[in-house]
């Protein structure tokens, strides 16, 4: 066995060992010019709720489309009619604020502006998931609801496929769009060199009856992709485990990746010419 590969593997199972009583996993990091996976570990190629994952695909159709202006336009105050289960939810909120707070009620005003035959259009762009915006049985809800817990569904696999499009800017929307996007997602650098953009989701799997969120069992992601120099990796890492003291899947999982990310990307071998 390779030096990389045992790398890979041992950092892998630490990826495993930070996800303990998981029942599902994926850890998939893919080349951001080629879309060439460069590592692939777990269950990659089952759909779940992207929940607030959405959020990457709704910036750039919301800087495209003229409804989002900067990183503070616009300034949505909050409406008592709104759904709001978290405090820093109820207040005005702008694009960073929004992604920053993973604001739910800001999507919905967002999506309700596109429309549904919009937002339907900048699915098929994207080749978003299964592009299902039908959302809850007899609900009529698909706008607002569609990719929370509900018909919309996205694997890891086709998480990186859809951020390889946006850097290298092959989804069809305005450069603006990609700039504020990767602005409004920027997480940070890394202990290497490396510069991140993403964002995390939770959500819930699906119970038999295929109606009803099963809510004991949390779904959590954290999407995205890395930069040094000339080269950009994306990557997705999901998650599906047992609710623990109320804390979100999403939230640990952006702690797992970001803790494994400078060994994963360290790991992988020299681009190509």
Not at 34 to 61: N, W, Y
Not at 77 to 91: M, Q
Not at 97 to 111: D, E, G, K, M
Request: proline fraction near 4%; glycine fraction near 10%.
């Amino acid at each position: 066995m390779s030096r990389w590969a045992l790398g890979v593997l041992i950092l892998v199972g630490a990826l495993f060992a930070c996800a303990a009583d998981a029942a599902a996993l994926c850890t998939v990091l893919a080349d951001g010019a080629t879309g060439k996976i460069l590592h692939q570990e777990g269950r990659c190629d089952q759909r779940l709720t992207p929940a607030s994952t959405f959020k990457v695909a709704l910036s750039l159709m919301g800087y495209d489309a003229g409804y989002l202006t900067d990183a503070h336009h616009p300034a949505l105050p909050y409406r008592d009619s709104y759904a709001a289960s978290d405090p820093a939810w109820k207040t005005t909120v702008d694009p960073s604020s929004w992604i920053t707070n993973s604001v739910v009620w800001y999507s919905q005003q967002l999506t309700i502006w596109l429309g549904a035959e919009r937002l339907q259009r900048y699915l098929a762009r994207f080749g978003y998931g299964n592009q299902d915006l039908s959302g809850n049985p007899g609900m009529n809800d698909g706008l607002t609801q569609a990719w929370l817990d509900s018909s919309l569904r996205i694997s890891p696999l086709e998480q990186v496929a859809f951020l390889h499009r946006l850097i290298a800017r092959q989804l069809g929307v305005t450069a603006r769009a990609y700039d504020m996007t990767a602005r409004i997602t920027a997480v940070g650098k890394l202990s290497n060199g490396w510069d991140v953009h993403g964002k995390g989701g939770t959500g819930f799997q699906v119970k038999p009856d295929r109606v009803e969120p099963d809510l004991e069992h949390q779904i959590g992601w954290f999407v995205g992709w890395a930069t040094k120099g000339n080269r950009s990796v994306a990557f997705a890492y999901a998650v599906v485990d047992e609710e623990r003291n109320g804390t979100r899947a999403g939230a640990r999982a952006k702690t797992a990746i970001m803790q494994a990310l400078p060994g994963l990307l360290d790991a992988l071998p020299a681009a190509g010419p």
